[in-house]
């Protein structure tokens, strides 16, 4: 038996834990779907970057421009955050140092290229400490979960062409129904249907759509290599399938259901319901934590007195520290 | 902690405070449902279109009547009976009724087999069904001549009198006996000279047919000529009138039975009846009813009728006249001092005898030329004096219930006085009156309806307060009139009681009396009331609201278009009434189930209605010259009204396309008789490839079909193939009628297969035929112009189809405040709890006092239920409903509140429910009030 995990079989779990009349309209499945959103937003994730197994992490890299020292934290980023950053210059990745703003004064004007190693943080920018033009900041950060919709709203591909006419290619879906949502000009996310409900590439823009034919077009370099029939292309920020673990979507169900409970008043049923929720809770961190356990991570402390030699002179902090 | 609360069905409960004086379940909306079983609801069944269309497109059916198991239909002028069969067609009489005023039904009852009606001419009588229309009651005989015939010898010996009355009756189909009023008395003296016989001449009045008898009467013979011979009279003859009598109005008889061979002696004897208790006819009645064997008349008039008396023939002069008017067709009587000449108008007037004889005399000749001229066809005149009475005594009577008043004049002051009263020259002073009376009650004889004395009558209270109607219970007759109930008990033998029973209550809807459980179930002024013989009490407490605004005087036509009937198997009165102050025709129905003490409501527009001798309902439709009949199979399909036939032209899918789609609406359900279908055509195909004897076995893998529209052209091809086979008979093809009709491919089918069967080359002599039909069933979903999606799709033939229209039903609970309205709670979940249900979907929706609109939860279930959900194939659909329940939620905007107000909705055709209630889980809230 296949595995799915779209948002029709989470809400079909969802009813079946809290008994959710079959004919109701107090809770649409919008009203469910927005449920289960926030409950990655605000519980999933959380629990899930508490293990700091790397889930979510992605790197973006963007080239310093010549005068400008203000680089945005990617929009995608959990909680605006990053989980690192790096300047790439010459083929090498430089760790980044942040600062304290009230320490700026002391780093500015050295004219070393070395202090694009040193930034601080200015709202939701990086503020690099005497750029140059030379290399890219790389950010590593959480990227967010895609929101869970509709299942007409997104697309499941049948074929891909890789080819098309030598810039833009296009992928098949094969709904019944062509989604409406997917026009020229917006964006999309190629998203892998499976686990682990992976992102493979974001925010690409649609060149053209033929709802006869049920294509999109797009361009070809934008075309994820490892996308395959079978993933879904939704809007950008979309996705049909929760992009948590998928052993962690009972637990995900389990919690909307408890929301269910409570907003309907249920407070028996809440409270037989949230007893299960705990249980499901103490028994996360056995699946998500220590993800090799073959090969438990070592703690290299870069940032020790003692550690500069390990990593060839590279001195994390930058020459003022 | 959770709490439940459970609303079952109580009915509707408008009128009290629905926030703490209703009983748990109570309704302020029951649409389209009884409430026939304690707390539970059901839809009401349908109302199918009955018989064929009657009259023209503006007529409506007025009333029905049952008689002999069938139909009566009455509309304009017209009454009409039904077939023997039922579903008409309607025949009608040949004789047309009309009701005694506008706005007035006409009213039947049935007594010793005969029917009898109100109408505007009198008291109808029908005996058997296919019969003819007659006025009910005897004849009256008219006047009768005696006279000694000496040139025969016989019982009359000289020196004596004899007395003789005329008798006219007749048996009707029922085999009862009815018979009129004997004629005047009438002496005959044998002064001397030998025996004689007598000779009579008797006058026929209008009404006797060949099937009449006449009886004549006579006296013993007084014993001397000077001897009146009295009053106590025997049968001495009997015989029915020929048809030249009949034209000639006159029959002759000599009476020659001896006075030995007297018979059976006459009712009005006085040591029988008496005379006064003649058989008049019943007098023109608004109401009748049956009560101990008797019929009443109540709200009468009579015939028009004059006392007139001779007093002298003194001033009578041969140029005297006297002239008889009823405004219409005046006619003149002349007197003559010689002769007599009746069927000219010419009045004998006697002078030579003394004066008590001249009066006599001329009387009876006035009475004879008034009966016997041909210019008179109004009005019949009888003489009334008797042995014991001064002779001269007149009485004058309109022919008919429905005649015109008539007024007598006179040639001059001398001959108007010889009369008392004094007949004027001119003018209508004197005038005939026909008693309308309406707090006036006529009742028959003890199970003799049609014979109604003069004296059998009585006045029920004031004269200024007419009787609106009689209604009958097993042990009293109730007389609702504008001062009050009144009540006879008793009977004819022993006499009859009248006593007021209740002045406080008034009937302000004729039409509205109905009885059930011995029990009178009408509209007064004090609301929907049961009257019995223990009291009046009134009903319709908890749906005052709604009953007293529609009897203000706003509502102009409430009275004459308000009418009731009571369902005795059902245990339902049903009261249709106005909704609005222009409504002329009833539009509603109360419906009250007088076992669950329950109200609900029809909103369906009619014109008459009640129950038949097979336990239907039948209504008189308002908006259709139509009568509707109550669907009654015990079925889903007695969930659905009218039924309309129209083509269906081509299908896709689920979506069809049909001719007309007047009076179709969503939720309606399409169907279709399938006659033919591709097993039936393939099992044939399939059993020649298998039959040893037919050379071709590939009959199947060539000619299968998989649509119904191909079977016309696979038939065809099947029939060819077989005249080609080799097979004993080459006339497959041509025997068939080539119909495309479904039917006619069935039968097409059947001809090739009854020709295989006894085709000797065939080794098999089985091959089915197509015998059995089934039908194809689905709801419409949506109509645009003529293009109609269903639910299902099947294999349509295009051909006609017919459509029912659904029965839409509401039920709205009165709010629901789980015993406190004053507290916020929040309501969670409901669950609809049905004993069974057949259905797919349903709404239920909720509002609350927050926010007052409705929002609704549409359920959409696989019932198990009855129709339309499995495959369509050869097999019969069906199965049972179910008990079950459907769970949902509250809507989230409506569940925090004071109180809830549920309403059920089901709008689809075949399809029922018996509904519980609901049961509501709540929450009682402190802080939280609102979402």
Known sequence: MAFTYTVTDLIASIKVRCLVPISQITFTTDDILRFANEEIELKMVPNILRVKEEFYVRNKSVTIESGVTEYEIPYRAIGSKLRNLFFKSGGNMFPATRLEPELVPYYEGSGNGANNTAFYLRGNDIVLINGTSAGQVVFSYYLKPNKMVQTTRVGIISSIDRVGDGTIGSVTVSNTTFPTNFTADSEVDFLQAKPNFGTYNFDVAITSVNPTTKQIFVLLSDIPTKLKVGDHIANAGECITPQVPSELQSMLAQTVACRLLEAMGDKDNLIMAEKKLAEMERNLFAVIDSRTEGTPQKINNIRGLLSSSKIGGRRYGGNKS | ????IILKCKGLHTNPNNLGSVPDGSLSEAENIYIDRPDIAQPRTGFALYAEEFGNNTDRSKQLLVYQERLLRHYGGTLSYDSPTGQGPFTNYATGVSEVETGTKIKGQELNGNFYLTSSSGILKLDKIDGEIKYAGGVKALDLEVELNTGISGFMESDNQAGYRILWGYKDENNNLILGTPSERSVVTNGGGGSAVVNLTITIPNGVTTDYFYQVYRTRLSGAS???????????????????????????????TPESFRGAELYTNANQQGILQSNEVPPFAKDIAVYNSSLFFANTKTKFRLNLSLLSTNDLTNSST????????????????????????????????????????????????????????????????????????????????????????????????????????????????????????????FQQPEAVPLVNTFDVGSRN????????????????????????????????????????????????????????????????????????????NPIENIVEPITSAGYTNFSTATFGFYYTVNNRYYLFTVTNPTDTVATKALVYNTHTDSWTTLPISKTCGLVGDDDRVYLGAADVNYIEQERKTFTYRDYADRSYLTNLGEFEENTLTINSVANLAV?????????????????????????????????????????????????????????????????????????????????????????????????????????????????????????????????????????????????????????????????????????????????????????????????????????????????????????????????????????????????????????????????????????
């Not at chain 2, 007197?335 to 007599?340: K, P, V």
Request: one cysteine or more.
């Open chain 2, 667 to 931: 939720g309606d359900v399409v169907a279709q008789s399938v006659y033919i279908t591709p097993y039936k055509f393939n099992r044939i195909l399939a059993k020649l490839d298998e039959d040893a004897g037919v050379v071709s076995s590939n009959y199947l893998s060539t000619l299968q079909v998989d649509r119904k529209s191909q079977i016309r052209a696979k038939l065809d091809a099947l029939a060819n193939k077989l005249d080609a086979d080799g097979l004993s008979f080459t006339n497959y093809y041509s025997s068939m009628s080539l119909s495309s009709t479904p039917t006619g491919m069935e039968s097409d089918l059947n001809i090739v297969v009854g020709i295989l069967n006894t085709d000797t080359v065939v080794n098999e002599s089985d091959y089915p035929t197509s015998t059995s039909t089934s039908i194809l069933e689905t709801v419409v979903t949506s109509i645009l112009e003529n293009k109609v999606t269903v639910e299902l799709n099947f294999d349509w033939d295009l051909a006609p189809i017919t459509y029912h229209n659904k029965i839409s039903s509401k039920i709205v609970w009165s709010p629901a405040h789980a015993g406190d309205p004053s507290i916020f709670k929040q309501f969670r979940e409901t669950n609809l709890l049905f004993s069974s249900i057949a259905s797919n979907v349903i709404d239920l929706s909720f509002r609350s006092d927050i926010q007052r609109g409705y929002e609704k939860v549409m359920f959409q279930s696989e019932s198990t239920g009855a129709w339309g959900k499995l495959p369509w194939g050869e097999e019969p659909w069906g199965g049972t409903s179910e008990p079950r329940g459907f769970r949902t939620y509250i809507p989230g905007q409506k569940q925090r509140c004071r109180f809830l107000e549920p309403k059920f909705e089901h709008n689809r055709a075949y399809e029922n429910y018996l509904l519980v209630g609901l049961s509501l889980t709540f929450t009682a809230m402190i802080e939280r009030i609102g979402r």
């Open chain 2, 465 to 540: 307060s007419v009787i609106l109607r009689i209604v009958a219970l097993r042990d009293t007759l109730f007389i609702f009139k504008e001062d009050g109930i009144y009540q006879v008990i008793g009977d004819a033998n022993n006499g009859f009681q009248v006593s007021l029973f209740d002045n406080s209550t008034i009937l302000i809807a004729p039409e509205s009396p109905a009885v059930g459980d011995n029990q009178i179930w009408a509209f007064t002024d004090r609301g929907i009331a049961k009257i019995s013989d223990t009291g009046v009490e009134v009903r319709s």
């Open chain 2, 322 to 445: 006297l002239t008889i008017t009823d405004g219409n067709a005046p006619f003149t009587l002349t007197f003559n001092n010689a002769t007599e000449n009746a069927t000219s108008g010419q009045i004998f007037y006697a002078t030579s005898g003394t004066p008590s004889q001249n009066v006599d005399e001329t009387a009876r000749s006035i009475v004879r030329t008034i009966n016997r001229y041909t210019n008179n066809n109004t009005i019949y005149a009888y003489y009334l004096s008797g042995p014991d009475d001064v002779p001269g005594q007149i009485f004058l009577e309109s022919r008919t219930l429905g005649a015109l008043e008539f007024s007598i004049t006179c040639d001059t002051t001398a001959t108007g006085e010889e009369f008392s009263p004094v007949v004027p020259i001119t003018g209508t002073t004197l005038n005939a009156d026909n008693e309308i009376i309406g707090n006036r009650v006529y009742y028959s004889k």
């Open chain 2, 1 to 4: 902690m959770s709490q439940s």
């Open chain 2, 226 to 256: 000077g001897v009146d011979p009295g009053d106590e009279m025997a049968l001495v003859y009997e015989a029915n009138p020929t048809s030249g009598n009949i034209t000639s109005k006159e029959v002759t008889v000599t009476d020659i």
